[in-house]
């Protein structure tokens, strides 16, 4: 079992900066990030695999990044340039250990474990 627990979340208005950080208590071969707005489908924002490579939905691409610390088991996204479209509840998921995602996934069935979220709000 893993367990994750996110942080950073908040209100900003449009073109300002948040980090959200996720604390994993195992870090595996494959993370993500998910967004959710209301009434609308879980989406992938971005994803990481071993090697630190991410993949990213075209939505932010550019604007947001992706990245890991293994020695405080943290999963992080920068997201800078934000907009009202990118409102919603964030959340951070992980494969099972063992398992590699090449270049990173967007795939909500690709992840086993899931945060509780941290809601970002951006307003016009």
């Known amino acids: 079992q893993v367990q994750l627990v996110e942080s950073g979340g908040g209100s900003v208005q449009a073109g300002g900066s948040l980090r959200l950080s996720c604390k994993v208590s195992r870090m595996t071969y494959c993370m993500g990030w998910f967004r959710q707005a209301p009434e609308k489908e879980r989406e992938g924002v971005a994803g990481?695999?071993?090697?630190?490579?991410?993949r990213y939905a075209d939505s932010v691409k550019g604007r947001f990044t992706i990245s890991q610390d293994n020695a405080k088991n943290t999963l992080y996204l920068q997201m800078d340039s934000l907009k009202p479209e990118d409102t919603g509840m964030y959340y951070c998921?992980?494969?099972?250990?063992?398992?590699?995602?090449?270049?990173?996934?967007?795939?909500?069935?690709?992840?086993?474990?899931w945060g509780q979220g941290t809601q970002v709000t951006v307003s016009s």
């Open positions: 998921a992980v494969k099972a250990a063992g398992k590699y995602c090449a270049g990173g996934s967007l795939m909500v069935s690709e992840y086993n474990y």
């Open positions: 990481i695999d071993s090697f630190g490579n991410g």
